[in-house]
């Protein structure tokens, strides 16, 4: 089992960037897919990018595919969302997630186990 806890989110110009953080801790021993997942008012959850907790290879082909990257620092227990050229259409809250002994290409919500509180991200100026 692994506890999620993300940080880094706030109210942001268009057109900046913003990275977020999100802390592993527990069993980080484990073989993870992690990923983000970012939740608009009013809309569902969807999957932006994922990242082999092991291995280090990464999908970023989800909604914000080409501006959002996704990389992770097992030395820090962290997992990172590195986002540019903001829009207010990347208004949400992000959420990371971890799948044992899951795809990095898997992109429907339930097949994560395991998730933080969310973080807020606002795009506005």
């Known amino acids: 089992q692994v506890e999620l806890v993300e940080s880094g989110g706030g109210l942001v110009q268009p057109g900046t960037s913003q990275t977020l953080s999100c802390l592993v801790s527990?069993?980080?021993?484990?073989?993870?897919?992690m990923a983000w997942f970012r939740q608009a008012p009013g809309k569902e959850r969807t999957f932006v990018a994922a990242?082999?907790?092991?291995?280090?290879?990464?999908n970023d082909a989800g909604s914000a595919k080409g501006r959002f990257t996704i990389s992770r620092d097992m030395s820090k227990n962290t997992v990172y969302l590195h986002m540019i050229s903001l829009r207010p259409d990347d208004t949400a809250v992000y959420f990371c997630?971890?799948?044992?002994?899951?795809?990095?290409?898997?992109?429907?919500?339930?097949?994560?186990?395991?998730w933080g509180q969310g973080t807020q991200v606002t795009v506005s100026s």
């Open positions: 527990g069993r980080t021993d484990g073989s993870y897919a």
């Open positions: 997630a971890a799948s044992e002994y899951g795809s990095i290409f898997d992109v429907a919500s339930d097949k994560y186990q395991y």
């Open positions: 990242i082999s907790w092991i291995g280090g290879a990464s």
